[in-house]
Structure formats: C-alpha cells, structure tokens
C-alpha cells in the first residue's frame, strides 16, 4: 500500500530529488510494485520448448540441483539478484535476503556500492557476512565509476563487505534517462581489462536490465572477462524506473526506450556460445525459467524484485514460499525431461521457435 502511495506521487511530482540516497529509496518502491516491468518486450523463455519425456526412468528424490559457481558450491542454480543497498531499509532487506540465501544454499548479489564509497558511514548497509558466512557474495560497482577509480580503492570496497566476485555493471540505457545520469560512457572495455588484471576476486559483466550481445560477450571474452550475467530485457526496466522518476525530455526518452534491450533468454544463447560462465537474469521468475535458461547454457538464474515483492508482502516466511516453489518446479522440470542433474538438463532436447530462434540465427 505503502509503495502505491509512493508511486502516485512519484507520477504526480513529476520528477524527484536525484540524490543518491533518496534515488535508492526511489527505485525500492518502485520496484514493489509491476509498474517497472517491460510493457511488450519478453524474456522470449516462452519461445524455448523442452521435451517432454513420459518415461524419465527418474525418482524425485534423485534429482540433483547442486552446482559449483565461482569455486563455491550452492544447492541449487540460483541467485537473489542485485538490488539495492546505501540506506537503513536497503540494510534490513539486504541482511533478510542474505540470510536466506545463506539458509537455502543460493548466492547473493549486492546492489550498486557507489553510495558506500560517496559516504563511507552507509557500508554498513553491505555488510551481510554475519548473516550470510559461507554465501557466494557478489559486490557491484558500475563500470563508469570504476573507470575513474584506483583499482586499490575498489579492492578495499570489496574487502570491506567481504564479497567473493565483483559485479561491474553497464546500464547506458537506464543512465541516459536518469536524471543527473552519467553521460560518458567511454573506456569500458579498458576498465574491465584492468580490473581482471589488478583485482583479487573473479569479476562479473553485468547489464542492468538490456542484455549482453554476442559482440560485447566476444570483446569482454578478449579482455579476460569469464563471468556474464546477462540481465537481459523482460523483466524490470530500469529505464522504465527512471522514467517515472523523469520530467520533460528525459521523460520523454524513457517512454520511447522503456521496452529497450536484447531478451534474456536471446542474450544468454548468444553470450553461451562465447565459452562463458552466464548468470541469467532477467526476468525470471518460476523454477520454468531457471530451467530454460540452463537449457540454453546458463550456469544460475538469477531473480530479484519477485523475491523483494516477496519478501515485502509476506516477510521472510513469503520469500521462502515463493522460493520453494521455484526449487520445487525446476526439480519437476527436470524430472519430466528426464535429467538427474544439471548437466542432462543443459543437454536435454529442446526446440527453440519464433523470435528466439530468429535472434539465435544472427
């Protein structure tokens, strides 16, 4: 109710403070509610057929769903999706989705840590260890910053909260509508060399709602880069988020681009075949996705605001309703195609039609 209220005067306002405390305040109401997603645009999973097979010669209780991602084992494919982090509330929701990713064997991804290095008094707020000891722990920092920035003070950040990988994020399409968004978008492929060079944790490519191409997976393969997650078009859209945030010609743009960006399930076709660890995200939001996405050559799915809505309409017991129907159908779906584990699923036939197809034949 509380984000409902919030949106209609975001709508009324028109436009609102761009200061980054408040824009992280900003986009974790928005992001309660259904108004951030893609208006036409899908993920394109519906256009991924596997097969079913009647006899799959398999007990329920075999199926096996552990992985090892980054060097770490997780129980099953799956990762609570970067989201938010700088402020008291960011705090509490971050701790509550780190701990349960920590009891359920999941991995974790932080939000953008631009604040936590603006004002070094909020790095509290991403400091989730002592309610997640042994969780894989993805940091964030856009790519932008981090061109600017010594790559020792980037290692402390990730040293402060204790983060296993680092995600860099690339979001041109969300910044271009912000308002007060960065506007050079020069030197990318530079930074990402020399963070792989120079950091002392694996580092994750990540878009921020638009997809990965083939042509970048190819450039970021070259620069050293091993780790994708594609967070492709489909599910929020943070141009959509900036949007609502927008007045005027900015406002403007929004609406023209909101449905921008590459599919999820086209872009992780397209960046599997580059020999490249891929987080699908996106998007998703059932153990049916999670499925398709390994089928086409993920690693993990990835999901974040179904598990904020989640947690936000029914607490911690709620997130874990809703994940324990995204394990429970993943392992049905495996069942059903016949593979005991990840692997067969990854091999399992499938049939890819309609504008999927068309995108993979590019």
């Known amino acids: 109710m509380f984000a409902r209220r919030r949106l209609r005067t975001y709508k009324a306002a028109g436009i609102m403070s761009t200061d980054l405390q408040r824009r992280k305040e900003d986009h974790l109401d928005l992001c309660a509610t259904d108004a951030v ?20 010669e398999l007990h329920l209780d075999e199926v096996d769903t552990t992985t090892t991602l980054l060097g770490k084992r997780l129980r099953a494919p799956l990762v609570i999706a970067s989201m938010t982090g700088g402020t008291e509330r960011a705090a509490q929701i971050n701790h509550e989705l780190a701990s349960i990713a920590e009891a359920r064997g999941y991995a974790f991804g932080l939000g953008s840590q631009r604040a936590m290095v603006r004002r070094p008094d909020t790095a509290w707020t991403y400091q989730i260890r002592e309610a997640a000891p042994t969780t894989l722990v993805f940091g ?98 943070w141009v959509g988020v900036e949007t609502l945030r927008a007045s005027g010609t900015a406002k403007a743009l929004g609406e023209v681009l909101w449905d921008w960006g590459i599919p999820t399930a086209a872009s992780v ?5 580059e020999e490249l660890t891929v987080i699908a995200t996106g ?31 029914g607490g911690r017991e709620g997130a874990d309703a809703f994940l324990d129907g995204v394990e429970q159908t993943l392992r049905a779906v495996m069942v059903l195609v016949g593979a005991k584990d990840l692997a067969a699923l990854r091999a399992a036939p499938r049939l890819v039609t309609g504008e999927l197809a068309r995108w993979l034949a590019v």
Request: some cysteine; overall charge neutral.
């Open 269 to 273: 076709g397209l960046v599997a075949r």
């Open 37 to 56: 997603a893609f208006r036409e645009r899908t993920t394109l999973f519906e256009d991924v057929r596997l097969v079913h097979q009647s006899l799959p």
């Open 140 to 237: 964030n920092v856009g790519v932008v910053q981090a061109r600017d920035w010594e790559s020792a003070q980037i290692a402390q950040m990730i040293g402060d909260i204790g983060a296993d990988a680092l995600c860099v994020h690339m979001n041109p399409a969300q910044e271009l509508v912000q308002p007060g968004g960065d506007r050079d978008f020069r030197g990318g492929i530079a930074t990402f060399e020399r963070l792989v060079r120079e950091l002392p944790v694996p580092v994750i490519a990540k878009e921020t709602g638009n997809g990965v191409s083939a042509e970048l997976a190819r450039k970021l393969r070259a620069c050293g880069v091993r780790h994708v997650d594609v967070s492709g078009a489909g599910g929020t859209s």
């Open 283 to 313: 998007g998703l939001k059932t153990g049916l996705d999670v499925a398709k996405a390994i089928a086409l050559g993920a690693s993990a799915g990835g999901i974040a605001r179904p598990c904020l809505q989640a947690l936000a309409a």
